[in-house]
């Protein structure tokens, strides 16, 4: 495929999004469901930018997706009544401080996410990726339709670390817990 080529449906989130539930390792079922990767995308209401490469790209995944969300019915629902991927942290999460002022999320695949660092370098070091680091995340959206429900999904490509943050979920890093104890005196001597 040429470098050219655009596809419509797959977007790069900006650098300040901050991945939440980060589940990129190693694939988990879901209510018994088939084992993906996922990690749940957090994206400031402030990076216009983003969220607006987030609703062209669902627009065009609700275009491309029209007879597969008409199904056997005789008109295609309106985008505003199907399931959407872009979700308000205000409204949906209020009680969580890391969803506040954003929108988030929720992405997940099959096949494992690359995952590369600032510099596009692999990231091997599990300890490295963790729920509130920053980075950018390849994404694509495209219309579904199964067991009655019908909407927008949102699949997970790649992981670009840009930036550590405070880690979410109340667990600190190992390495930020023994930070400050190398130069306390050697306990043997």
Known sequence: MSKNFMNPTKIITGPKTRWSYANVWDAKSINGGT??????LIIPKSDTATVNKIKAAIQAAYTEGESKLKGNGKSVPALSV???PLRDGDLERPDDAAYADSYFINANSATAPGIVD??????????EVYSGV???ASINFYAFNSNGNKGI???LN???KIADGEPLGGKSRVEDDFADTADEDDFLA
């Open 35 to 40: 084992p993906k990767f996922s990690v749940s």
């Open 82 to 84: 199907l399931k959407n």
């Open 118 to 127: 600032a510099d596009r370098q692999p990231i091997l070091d599990r300890s």
């Open 134 to 136: 920053y980075g950018r």
């Open 153 to 155: 999904a949102c699949g």
């Open 158 to 160: 790649n992981l670009q």
